[in-house]
């Protein structure tokens, strides 16, 4: 992945990013650190299209983002939002397997794939029936980072993962995040802690 001078500005002239370059390696896991308000939520949600850089390049896969279907680039990335994102009315396999759902992937496979990402994540299959709200905030972590993996991205964007739990389970989860990073192989995880 490649940042080339982005600059995102918004209205009255209010700039959020300016000529921001950078290149992730491939199999590099990257982070950005960088104080509240400077800009790091909004770099990483122009990696699938979220915001528009006002100028500059960003390429995904060797290719422009400008040149891919939003859509597309956005089932093609794995992304973990700020607060998890879970959606409260679905269950936990259904969170883990929504963009495998919305792509068509068939009910079957969805299901054994979730049964595999459990695994990963360290939960056992009871929790396959459960709410959102029947989680503590790890678990809820866990299956946010689940549901990037589910299709298998080559490129996980993570927004603050960590940011809602308390020192202790941060640091398991963050020990237990590089320890799949290094399971998986991915491409490019990147990352705003």
Same mark, same amino acid.
């Given at each position: 992945?490649?940042?080339?001078?982005?600059?995102?500005?918004?209205?009255?002239?209010?700039?959020?990013?300016?000529?921001?370059?950078?290149?992730?390696?491939?199999?590099?896991?990257?982070?950005?650190?960088?104080?509240?308000?400077?800009?790091?939520?909004?770099?990483?949600?122009?990696?699938?299209?979220?915001?528009?850089?006002?100028?500059?390049?960003?390429?995904?896969?060797?290719?422009?983002?400008?040149?891919?279907?939003?859509?597309?680039?956005?089932?093609?990335?794995?992304?973990?939002?700020?607060?998890?994102?879970?959606?409260?009315?679905?269950?936990?396999?259904?969170?883990?397997?929504?963009? +495998?759902?919305? !792509?068509?992937? %068939?009910?079957?496979?969805?299901? $054994?794939?979730? #049964?595999?990402? /459990?695994?990963?994540?360290? *939960?056992?299959?009871?929790?396959?029936?459960?709410?959102?709200?029947?989680?503590?905030?790890?678990?809820?972590?866990?299956?946010?980072?689940?549901?990037?993996?589910?299709?298998?991205?080559? +490129?996980?964007? !993570?927004?603050? %993962?960590?940011?809602?739990?308390? $020192?202790?389970? #941060?640091?398991? /989860?963050?020990?237990?995040? *590089?320890?799949?990073?290094?399971?998986?192989?991915?491409?490019?995880?990147?990352?705003?802690?």
């Amino acid at each position: 992945m490649v940042f080339q001078e982005v600059t995102k500005e918004y209205a009255r002239g209010v700039r959020a990013l300016e000529g921001v370059s950078f290149e992730v390696e491939e199999g590099e896991f990257f982070c950005l650190i960088g104080p509240s308000g400077c800009g790091k939520t909004t770099l990483l949600k122009m990696v699938n299209r979220l915001l528009e850089p006002t100028s500059g390049r960003i390429f995904v896969y060797g290719r422009d983002v400008r040149a891919w279907d939003p859509i597309a680039l956005r089932r093609s990335v794995g992304y973990v939002i700020q607060q998890i994102g879970l959606f409260p009315h679905l269950t936990v396999e259904e969170n883990m397997t929504y963009v +495998l759902a919305i !792509m068509g992937v %068939p009910l079957q496979v969805r299901r $054994q794939r979730a #049964r595999e990402l /459990l695994g990963v994540i360290g *939960l056992d299959e009871s929790y396959l029936r459960r709410f959102p709200g029947e989680l503590s905030g790890g678990e809820r972590q866990r299956v946010g980072v689940a549901r990037a993996l589910a299709a298998d991205p080559k +490129l996980i964007v !993570m927004d603050e %993962p960590f940011g809602a739990l308390d $020192q202790i389970t #941060r640091m398991r /989860l963050q020990d237990e995040l *590089l320890e799949l990073h290094r399971k998986l192989q991915k491409d490019h995880p990147l990352c705003n802690p």
